[in-house]
């Protein structure tokens, strides 16, 4: 007998701010389809779905509209996702959303679904969903002003998921822009470090690197010393996992990282010695450099 997976279960949180931002494209285009990108961060444990909803992009001046189609303007998407990113490197693109309350379409085309379904399964896409905001008109009352539905579309999964109502709330938090995170001038050495970690470019090349090379390492941000840092396990030779932490060091000049394991073998200890003191440019050096050396003392230590 063959046993169906469990169902996948979804709920989404939007920040207030987020959705008001939807609804003023959608006042200021009632003619011509609209639309932007959609960033936050989620949870994902045992099918659970937790999404949330912290900003929105919008669609750039090289968009281009009409009645019933919409293509954005990414590469000015891409420099304001950056700009966010430097002061929350947690964040994702979570999906997109776009309008047709201009042509009485009351659920996603069947071009829409193609395009999702393909990025969704797309080698490069960062995650294993994909949120899509659909607005499907104007209400009358105007409270909400618009009505909009929701769909979720998975990888490796031809199903496509609307989001009840009763799965959706509205969170009254500020909805994440570019400005709002730009940098002041910086009053003390630990704020000019921290303008140094935003513009580090090689935070970028690391983000795109391990998302598509070792998916299992996040992003995250340490409050206490201000720096970001890359965390998760690394599948060594053996079979066997280390938990690893690159960290950036923001203590003035430019930034490089160090790297340390929780992994506590006696065949590797000679090695891991040997990467208290070591310095690397980048996240993904230091990553690959220590897997590298790992491997090869477990390779050494089997043999003998």
């Known amino acids: 007998m063959l046993f169906r997976s469990k169902k996948?279960?979804?709920?989404?949180?939007?920040?207030?701010?987020?959705?008001?931002?939807?609804?003023?494209?959608?006042?200021?285009?009632?003619?011509?389809?609209?639309?932007?990108?959609?960033?936050?961060?989620?949870?994902?444990?045992?099918?659970?779905?937790?999404?949330?909803?912290?900003?929105?992009?919008?669609?750039?001046?090289?968009?281009?509209?009409?009645?019933?189609?919409?293509?954005?303007?990414?590469?000015?998407?891409?420099?304001?996702f950056r700009a966010i990113e430097a002061a929350h490197p947690e964040i994702e693109h979570l999906g997109s959303w776009h309008t047709h309350h201009v042509?009485?379409?009351?659920?996603?085309?069947?071009?829409?679904?193609?395009?999702?379904?393909?990025?969704?399964?797309?080698?490069?896409?960062?995650?294993?969903?994909?949120?899509a905001l659909l607005v499907v008109s104007k209400n009358r009352g105007g409270n909400p002003r618009y009505a909009v539905k929701h769909f979720i579309f998975r990888r490796n999964d031809d199903m496509i998921y609307e989001i009840p109502a009763k799965d959706v709330r509205l969170i009254d938090a500020p909805a994440l822009r570019p400005g709002d995170h730009e940098p002041a001038k910086p009053s003390s050495p630990s704020q000019a470090a921290a303008q140094?970690?935003?513009?580090?470019?090689?935070?970028?090349?690391?983000?795109?690197?391990?998302?598509?090379?070792?998916?299992?390492?996040?992003?995250?941000?340490?409050?206490?010393?201000?720096?970001?840092?890359?965390?998760?396990?690394?599948?060594?030779?053996?079979?066997?996992?280390?938990?690893?932490?690159?960290?950036?060091?923001?203590?003035?000049g430019a930034p490089f990282y160090s790297i340390a394991t929780s992994c506590k073998s006696p065949v590797i200890s000679d090695t891991l010695a040997q990467y208290e003191q070591r310095q690397f440019r980048s996240a993904r050096h230091a990553v690959l450099h220590l897997e590298r050396d790992l491997n090869q003392a477990l390779y050494r230590g089997k043999k003998t």
């Open 196 to 252: 140094q970690i935003a513009a580090n470019p090689e935070r970028t090349k690391d983000r795109e690197f391990f998302a598509e090379f070792y998916p299992t390492l996040k992003p995250l941000l340490s409050k206490s010393i201000g720096a970001p840092y890359w965390k998760g396990p690394l599948t060594l030779v053996d079979g066997s996992q280390a938990e690893v932490v690159a960290m950036e060091n923001a203590d003035g």
């Open 8 to 80: 996948p279960a979804f709920s989404i949180s939007i920040a207030r701010e987020a959705l008001d931002s939807i609804f003023d494209e959608c006042d200021r285009y009632d003619v011509d389809e609209t639309g932007g990108r959609l960033i936050g961060t989620y949870r994902h444990d045992n099918g659970r779905y937790d999404i949330d909803v912290k900003g929105v992009l919008e669609p750039g001046p090289k968009a281009t509209r009409s009645p019933t189609s919409f293509f954005q303007d990414g590469d000015y998407q891409e420099r304001l």
């Open 103 to 131: 042509n009485g379409y009351p659920t996603l085309s069947g071009g829409d679904k193609t395009t999702y379904f393909k990025t969704v399964n797309h080698e490069k896409h960062n995650m294993d969903f994909f949120y």
